[in-house]
């Protein structure tokens, strides 16, 4: 499990002054790409990791730091690798805040102990909304703890529930919605928590293939996501004063990428893009002051018709 491999880098880490990342991913049998990503998590958690480039390289701790694992007990370790939003509904919220302080403490230099935790706090949850609180969540999670299969009852959209036998191999927190991604045929799948109507736990012990990657899964899961959903090439132009309000009402990887080859004319951004659809799209650009579509036309025409609405609905 990844939680495992941070807690043995963070141990390493601790008893050698320097080493590099080629020596880590081989000592942790990871790729190196794998490799940095650990070493921005283990960052994230509080630890005053150095890298360098060039000869004289590497990677380290910063001298003075002692890691406070030992003293730790093993929630406060598990909750520590989770995070944040995902100890406080998995039950190990006063594990992480415990664990937190350690990990403050130990990093504290002269007279800034617990400085970062005094000014600064992550929270995750997103506003004018309430998080989902699956009710599986609790046998998933042990199931996910334990190695254990599950049997599930998954539910998508008005279709009757489908049963299925399921290997977990991690659970994810997106912003406010859990996900169990699962083996089901050997095949890794995603299943959203709170479309899961009835779960049993197993007694059969769950098949993790060794060179499975949670976070390399979901990163290319997420992309192929967002790529099925967006099917309709979009041509328009905006002010370059309401590039802020795209952001805002159009917040995708798409967006991002759309923009990094946009062209600018007379204080207007040009922009190609894919959306979901007519309806989306509508609603999302109606919200961009100053936006012209070039194409699809039928796009243009709902736009238009919407605009006449809210005008006549609103004038005098």
Known sequence: MRSVRLLGIILQLSRVPSTSVSALA??????ERTLQRDLSAIADLGVPIWTRTGPAGG?????????PINGMTGPEVQALMIGSAGSHELGFATAYGTARIKMLEARAVGN???????????NNEPWFSTAEQPPALPVVAEAVWASRRLLIHYARHDAPPKQRLVDPLG????????????AHRQKPLTYRLSRIVAVELQDETADQPEDFSLSDYWRDFSSAFETSLNTLPVTFSIPESSLDALLIHVPSTETQIALASARTTDQRLYIEMMMENLEIAASQLIAVPGVEVDSPTALRQKLHVRAQNIAQRNAG
């Open 26 to 31: 081989q000592r942790f049998d990871v790729s």
């Open 59 to 67: 990677v380290g701790i910063v001298e003075g730091w002692r890691s």
């Open 112 to 122: 800034h102990a617990k400085s970062a935790d005094e000014r600064f706090l992550n």
């Open 171 to 182: 659970l994810v927190l997106k912003t406010d919605r859990w996900y169990l991604v699962a």
